[in-house]
């Protein structure tokens, strides 16, 4: 990492090192804006990567594409790596991009059936009884085989179990609620509008493939790009927890091994949290208290430790605390209290040692070998072996053009799914009534002419008329040329679009 300081200098020989084998302890990385947390971040990822360590970073801000590309020997790094009394060598790691959204890269996505109605609940924010409605809606599908894909097909399925197929629902599952049916409706909504749809469909990603080294024995290093995301947390918070899921589920027990088997870094981390409901901190909480087992570590990067809940803060057995600023009494009371996450010292006041901290320095605790925390070391940490600045777009287009990742997961699949089968479900109903409406008005037209007795009122029956008389029957209608409607253009207009 660099080397211990003393009286605000790098001390030769000091060198400050972090075990391999406990980078699946998970850490954290704070500090203000502007002193390195970044380029700090930078620097973990190349060194694992050089272990043989794969690597997922979440760019929140696009500024970690350099790491692909061997950095510029300069004045300020010579200088620092003199200090250090460590050499410095330029080198690019090997990159994947990846993507949630427009941004360029592998897209990852996953199905609705793969979330499953647990996870998809607490996501939404959903009460016991509206859980209980989406496990109904899976149990349904499932029985039916009915492909549940993608957002369209989940609001299709709820649509056809409240409306059209309720009566069917009934007599096999119980009475579902039209009020749950709604409040889920307007979740699905609100997620979507922050972009969720492009998250579920097809081609879902295999998170083995965040695991991949390259022919010289490098751990791949794969950036998430999020620049266009920023704005829209649910989504962000949406995708980790899926992600951390999977992994949970997927991923062989191998407890604590010479190395992890993969390391993630989120930056920005307090988008996360600051949007979580109760139920999804919990499950947050609760995954990265066990993937450690699973040989991942789990790594935030955020502005203070007081942004990460406690309850996740106290499983962090790796702190990088950079400077912070003391410019109002609130400022310094957030000091005092960052400084009580961190192991006792007689060497250092931290609260003060904080403050005074410059671009590139930070206190760093550790566990050893033995699982132990160290002791608190002032650091001047090493510059980054790539680029500490961003990629051109040609150099992206270049790493982008000999993935072997973007072919297969940017196909377009619009396989047959809810949306199509519940639609001609819908279809064939809407033929059935009408079959049967016109039988009765032409069995109504000839017991008129053969009794003799109908006004001309009564031999040309106004549907209209016999419409009106129920409110109900009125609305079936309107309620079934609507979801006939949605359906056909769905159809004819070239399907879904999957994101």
């Not at 609305?475 to 004819?492: A, K, S």
């Amino acid at each position: 990492m660099g080397a211990a300081m003393l009286d605000g200098e790098g001390v030769p020989g000091a060198v400050v090192k972090i075990p391999l084998r406990t980078m699946n302890r998970h850490g954290l990385i704070a500090g203000a804006t502007g002193t390195g947390k970044t380029k700090t971040l930078q620097i973990i990822a190349e060194q694992l990567s050089e272990n043989g360590v794969p690597v997922l970073l979440m760019d929140i801000k696009g500024d970690l594409s350099g790491i692909a590309q061997a950095g510029s020997f300069s004045k300020h790094v010579e200088k620092r790596h003199n200090l250090l009394g460590i050499p410095w060598q330029g080198k690019g790691m090997p990159v994947e991009f990846l993507s949630l959204s427009d941004e360029k890269g592998a897209r990852l996505r996953a199905t609705v059936t793969e979330f499953g109605p647990v996870l998809l609940s607490r996501i939404l924010g959903l009460n016991d009884t509206q859980a209980g409605v989406v496990s109904l809606a899976f149990k349904y599908c499932d029985d039916k085989d009915i492909p549940l894909l993608d957002l369209k097909d989940f609001k299709k399925v709820l649509q056809y179990l409240s409306e059209e197929g309720k009566d069917e629902i009934k007599e096999e599952y119980g009475a579902v609620s039209s009020s749950s049916v709604s409040t889920i409706m307007r979740k699905i909504i609100e997620i979507e509008q922050q972009g969720a749809d492009r998250f579920f469909g097809e081609e879902s990603f295999n998170v083995e493939d965040l695991c991949r080294t390259n022919a010289k024995g490098q751990g791949m290093v794969s950036i998430l790009r999020l620049i266009d995301i920023q704005d829209r947390p649910k989504l962000f918070s949406t995708f980790m927890l899926a992600l951390l899921a999977e992994i949970y589920s997927t991923f062989p027990e191998i407890g604590d091994a010479e190395k992890p088997k993969l390391v993630i870094f989120i930056d920005e981390a307090h988008l996360i949290f600051n949007e979580a409901s109760k139920a999804l901190l919990d499950q947050i909480e609760t995954i990265v208290r066990l993937i450690r087992s699973k040989g991942v570590g789990v790594y935030f990067c955020t502005q203070n430790p007081t942004d990460v809940p406690d309850e996740i803060l106290g499983q962090l057995g790796l702190k990088i605390q950079h400077a912070l600023r003391a410019f109002t009494p609130k400022d310094r009371q957030m000091i005092t209290r960052t400084a009580e996450n961190y192991p006792e010292s007689t060497f250092y006041n931290v609260p003060e040692l904080l403050t005074s901290l410059g671009m590139g320095e930070a206190l760093i605790t550790a566990l050893d070998e033995m699982g132990r925390p160290t002791p608190l070391a002032a650091t001047l940490l090493r510059s980054p072996m790539g680029r500490m600045d961003i990629l051109t777009p040609g150099e992206i287009d270049a790493i982008i053009a000999s993935s072997k990742l973007v072919p297969f997961y940017n196909r377009e699949i619009d396989r047959e799914s809810a949306y199509e089968m519940l639609g001609r479900k819908i279809q064939s109903a809407v033929g059935s009534r009408q079959s049967t409406t016109e039988g009765q008005r032409s069995g109504g037209k000839q017991a008129s002419r053969e009794a003799g007795e109908q006004t001309e009122r009564d031999e040309v029956p106004d549907i209209l008329e016999e419409i009106s008389k129920s409110p109900m029957a009125r609305q079936m209608g309107r309620t079934l040329m609507r979801e006939l409607t949605r359906g056909l253009f769905g159809v004819l207009g070239g399907g879904r679009r999957r994101r």
